[in-house]
């Protein structure tokens, strides 16, 4: 099964990563860039399976890159907590 099977699954899954990230030593800065840049990836490359990936997708890909880069730092507060 994929992480990106099921919506739970893949918010766990970047919690584990977010949470590594900041262990690790990482800034905000950098790890909200690199979930912008996730979010481009995913936008661009992946399928989405769930309802809620469609609807991040769908978002994703009408926002500005300013958007884009509000809606990763919203992902990244939704899986802290």
Do not use: C, P
Not at 34 to 58: C, I, M, P, R
Request: overall charge negative; aromatic content about 6%; charged content about 20%.
């Amino acid at each position: 099964m994929s992480v990106l099977d099921n919506f739970e699954s893949w918010k766990g899954f970047l919690a584990d990563r977010l949470e590594q990230a900041q262990q690790q030593g990482m800034d905000q800065q950098t790890i909200s860039s690199v979930a912008a840049e996730v979010g481009d990836y995913l936008a661009q490359s992946v399928n989405a399976k769930t309802g809620e990936e469609a609807v991040l997708k769908e978002l994703w890909n009408a926002a500005s890159e300013q958007e884009q880069q509000a809606l990763a730092n919203v992902m990244i507060k939704l899986v802290k907590n």
